[in-house]
């Protein structure tokens, strides 16, 4: 099957395509085995094309953007894997709309409103991970989330079908939305607002600061791997649990940001869940508080995550 996938691809588009590529060589945390078939599209067209043709197959397809906030299994991920890294860019603005496509970097998007004296996205400075995932997940930092000035988004659905979803028929919460798993996310409109630049800048540098002061930024890891439970932090709790630092095979507990969990060098995925598995323990054991995952499980058995789900 996937040889004739493979085949219909490279008639219909001018993506590149991989057999068995490790997903370790995609992925933040440096971590995750092979995928059954890598594509990656060159435009939206080729996109559209690819999904049609997956669909056709009744092939399980998967999305990756910048490959940040999941937790790749060492066993791969079966089907198809379709990665935005080569497509999906661009950035640009109509007076006050900023038009961007969901390959796009996040950081990309809001160096690119900040030089343009706009305000709104600045607070997302340093969030990892391209629009489609953040739009996904609702991001947010330094109480703002990506949701806030969202006008739209372009996306295919489960049925094949190309829709400009308005942002009132979309539901987010805190680090959530209402996309179907099946939504492959295209691009996204906000408006923004004009402001002094100084502002601006102020509030970028601000959210630089904050990160580089209190994150590890130089070392391999998803982002944020906890959500933070409603008047309450997850760096916290993890901290007062006492399992900064606290390691297990190549993965750790980062000593600067107890809710950040980094690849030493060597991490297995098994080392990781291992590690997620005892800090949702220990939090739950000291202080009765189930800690949701911010970060995604992919291509694991249900059986080895059922307690974290």
């Given at each position: 099957m996937i040889n004739n996938i493979i085949k219909k691809i490279e008639n219909n588009s001018s993506s590149l395509c991989l057999v068995d590529e490790p997903l370790k060589k995609h992925t933040t945390y440096g971590i995750g085995g092979p995928a059954d078939l890598m594509i990656f599209p060159k435009s939206k067209e080729d996109l559209i094309s690819v999904i049609e043709i997956i669909n056709e197959?009744?092939?399980?397809?998967?999305?990756?953007?910048?490959?940040?906030?999941?937790?790749v299994s060492d066993n791969g991920i079966r089907g198809a894997v379709i990665s935005l890294k080569k497509s999906l860019k661009e950035v640009r603005l109509n007076e006050n709309i900023l038009y961007a496509e969901c390959g796009a970097m996040l950081g990309k998007i809001v160096r690119f409103a900040v030089k343009n004296n706009l305000i709104g996205l600045e607070n997302l400075n340093g969030v990892p991970g391209t629009l489609g995932g953040a739009l996904i997940m609702n991001a947010g930092a330094w109480g703002g989330e990506i949701s806030e000035n969202l006008i739209n988004v372009e996306l295919i659905n489960s049925k094949n079908e190309l829709k400009k979803v308005p942002k009132k028929d979309i539901n987010f919460s805190y680090r959530n939305s209402s996309f179907n798993n099946n939504d492959v996310l295209l691009s996204a409109e906000f408006n923004l607002k004009k402001a002094k630049k100084d502002l601006i800048k102020e509030n970028f540098s601000k959210a630089q600061i904050g990160r580089t002061s209190s994150q590890?930024?130089?070392?391999?890891s998803a982002g944020s791997l906890?959500?933070?439970?409603?008047?309450?932090?997850?760096?916290?709790?993890?901290?007062?649990?006492?399992?900064?630092?606290?390691?297990i095979g190549g993965a750790k507990i980062s000593e600067k940001h107890a809710n950040f969990f980094i690849n030493e060098g060597n991490a297995s995925s098994n080392d990781m869940l291992k590690l997620i598995k005892k800090a949702h323990r220990e939090v739950k054991k000291q202080f009765d508080i189930d800690l949701s995952l911010e970060v995604k499980l992919i291509g694991f058995d249900n059986d080895e995550i059922e307690e974290l789900c």
């Open positions: 197959n009744k092939t399980n397809v998967t999305i990756l953007g910048s490959g940040s906030n999941i937790l590890p930024l130089d070392k391999r906890f959500k933070n439970p409603k008047n309450n932090s997850a760096g916290k709790l993890l901290d007062d649990a006492g399992l900064k630092g606290y390691s």
